[in-house]
């Protein structure tokens, strides 16, 4: 199978070469040719400018062309570079630097997950507390006030459960 699969591949690559046409192109006809004078240019200056440069290479080749160089060179003095000036390196941090740990924990957990300033569950439970003591204590003076009285009338009662 493999084999066959190497002939066919073969067989596709060298299709288009079985194909190619070996005749040559038809000439172009003079009125598909392109019109110089329509694309902006001048065929005069290009003229010009290649008897220019021929005329250059003959005189390099011949050692008779006049070579001026010139060097420029500008003295001055380098603007300062202050790469830390308007930063407090010793008072808060960096600007641009790495986030810091909260900084961090905040910029990733949403507004919704995180905890308050004071956990709200936790102040209602202590409330609830309070006010559950306070509620007990009140119970247990009721009580001992009703022993006294009834004790007072002469009645036999039990001690109340409650300790205060």
Same mark, same amino acid.
């Given at each position: 199978?493999?084999?066959?699969?190497?002939? /066919?591949?073969?067989?596709?690559?060298?299709?288009?070469?079985?194909?190619?046409? %070996?005749?040559?192109? #038809?000439?172009?006809? &003079?009125? *598909?040719q392109i019109?110089?004078?329509?694309?902006?240019?001048?065929? /005069?200056?290009i @003229?010009?400018?290649?008897?220019?440069? *021929? &005329?250059?290479?003959?005189?390099?080749?011949?050692?008779?062309?006049?070579?001026?160089?010139?060097?420029?060179?500008?003295?001055?003095?380098? #603007?300062?570079?202050?790469?830390?000036?308007?930063?407090?390196l010793?008072?808060? +941090?960096?600007?641009?630097?790495? +986030?810091?740990?909260?900084?961090?924990? @905040?910029?990733? %957990?949403?507004?919704?997950?995180?905890? #308050?300033? &004071?956990?709200?569950s *936790?102040?209602?439970?202590?409330?609830?507390?309070?006010?559950? @003591?306070?509620?007990?204590?009140?119970?247990?003076?009721?009580e001992? *006030?009703?022993?006294?009285?009834?004790?007072?009338?002469?009645?036999?009662?039990? &001690?109340?459960?409650? %300790?205060?």
């Open positions: 199978m493999r084999e066959l699969a190497l002939f /066919a591949l073969m067989l596709s690559l060298s299709l288009p070469a079985w194909a190619q046409d %070996t005749a040559p192109a #038809p000439p172009v006809p &003079a009125e *598909a019109d110089a004078t329509k694309l902006g240019v001048s065929l /005069a200056r @003229e010009r400018g290649l008897r220019v440069t *021929a &005329a250059r290479e003959k005189q390099k080749q011949n050692g008779s062309a006049l070579r001026l160089e010139f060097q420029v060179q500008v003295y001055g003095q380098a #603007p300062k570079i202050e790469v830390l000036k308007g930063l407090d010793f008072n808060g +941090p960096v600007p641009g630097s790495s +986030p810091t740990h909260r900084q961090f924990i @905040e910029h990733v %957990t949403p507004q919704i997950y995180r905890s #308050p300033v &004071a956990p709200i *936790a102040l209602a439970g202590w409330v609830a507390m309070q006010f559950w @003591e306070k509620s007990k204590k009140t119970r247990c003076e009721e001992i *006030a009703n022993y006294r009285a009834l004790l007072m009338q002469g009645v036999s009662v039990s &001690a109340p459960r409650c %300790t205060q």
